[in-house]
């Protein structure tokens, strides 16, 4: 089976390791001259562009993404293709669009932190009103990691002139001012949806950020997605959202959790980096579900492998290697990328017998040499 690629970075690199072992060929298509992924397969580097996503469908079985942020109207005019394109080109458009996104998950009756468009510093103003302080102003597309946003924490704030300035620099494009949420922890949910339908879900995720990036996802052990409702609150909107959508592959949706509350932040299309902890931690990866999904085959089974598993991105750093697989339990990714301040560059697994076995290793200084405290 040949895949084709849209986007050749880390996503990409996991999703040909899980691939290969299924007999599978990859091509990837990324503008950059040189990508993570680029050793596992062939590697065409040219645009995003209507053109260069038809001659990766003419030379594959079925073409799926690894990047969202395709221009809409090269998703709009790829619609027609669909069935070989995994998942939809529609729901990347979707996904692309806060309001959309946040409109298509209010559709199917999630709660959502309250939420307006916004295009001017009038409407703002008016919003805010409604929405209340703290307040995130984001921009509609292209956000990621955090980027693209900018706390309005009181009605005083926006008369500072450089928050003047820079929100009226973010409401250059479109915009949605939302309610800044306190949540008690930030979650994500990851499943897969098969050709035929059928469904798979894994664990909810607990996920910890730093300046915008995540740091640490580790899933709800058995117990624990069997204790309280948000288990199944986040598993029937996921079934919701991917039968609304049609959907075929892996989606992700991240959440905020509030009182025991489940609150849509967004949601991903593709892989996602909360699923990193299912390549050693689950009896089948996202990446191979996801293959799975887009090829026609059957799904395979999410339900994790051990009693204590977590994943650390490594994050601009370069990790001392010999230290590190030293530890007992601990697997290492590395993306091969230059390492630069605030870049994923690798992540690792910690695959544990019990949280405590868990909690020694994450507490040793080598990681505290890589993943600070
Ligand atoms: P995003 O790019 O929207 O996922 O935002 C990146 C991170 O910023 C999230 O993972 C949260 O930690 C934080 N964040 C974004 N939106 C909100 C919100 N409405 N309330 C609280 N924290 C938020």
Redesign the pocket.
């Known amino acids: 089976m040949k895949i084709g690629v849209v986007g050749g970075g880390q996503l990409g690199r996991m999703l040909a390791l899980a691939g290969h072992q299924l007999g599978f060929s990859f091509s990837f298509l990324d503008p950059s001259e040189a990508s993570p992924a680029q050793t596992l397969g062939t590697h065409h580097q040219n645009p995003f562009s209507e053109t260069s996503i038809r001659a990766l469908l003419a030379s594959s079985d079925y073409v799926t993404w690894e990047f969202e942020n395709v221009p809409p109207e090269v998703l709009a005019s790829l619609s027609s293709e669909a069935p070989l394109i995994r998942p939809s080109p529609h729901a990347l458009e979707i996904a692309q669009d806060r309001l959309l996104e946040k409109d298509f998950f209010a559709s199917l009756g999630a709660e959502l932190?309250r939420y307006a468009a916004v295009q001017s510093l009038e409407q703002l103003s008016t919003a805010l009103q409604e929405i209340g302080y703290p307040a995130?102003l984001?921009t509609r597309r292209l956000?990621?990691?955090?980027k693209g946003?900018l706390i309005i924490s009181s009605p005083s704030c926006l008369k500072d002139p450089a928050l003047h300035r820079a929100a009226s620099l973010l409401l250059s494009a479109p915009c949605i001012v939302?309610?800044?949420?306190a949540?008690d922890r930030?979650l994500s949910s990851i499943g897969v949806r098969g050709a035929d339908g059928s469904f798979e879900w894994y664990p909810l995720t607990i996920n910890t950020?730093r300046k915008?990036i995540l740091y640490r996802s580790t899933p709800l052990t058995s117990a624990e997605t069997l204790a309280d409702s948000i288990s199944l609150q986040a598993r029937s909107l996921m079934m919701k959202a991917m039968e609304t959508l049609s959907y075929v592959g892996v989606l992700a949706i991240?959440f905020?959790e509030r009182d025991g509350t489940l609150l849509v932040?967004?949601c991903a299309p593709r892989v996602h980096n909360s699923g990193h902890w299912t390549i050693e931690g689950a009896i089948t990866s996202q990446f191979e579900n996801h293959l799975r999904a887009v090829t026609g085959l059957p799904l395979g089974a999410t339900s994790p492998r051990a009693a204590a598993i977590a994943m650390r991105n490594i994050i601009g750093t370069e990790p001392n290697i010999p230290e590190l697989l030293a530890l007992p339990g601990v697997h290492l990714h590395w993306y091969g990328k230059e390492v630069r301040p605030g870049r994923k560059v690798g992540h690792v697994t910690i695959i544990a017998d019990s949280p405590a076995a868990l909690a020694s290793i994450e507490e040793s200084p080598v990681f505290d040499t890589i993943f600070g405290r």
């Open positions: 932190p995130i984001k956000g990621y990691d955090g946003q939302e309610e800044m949420v949540f930030e950020h915008g991240e905020f932040n967004e």
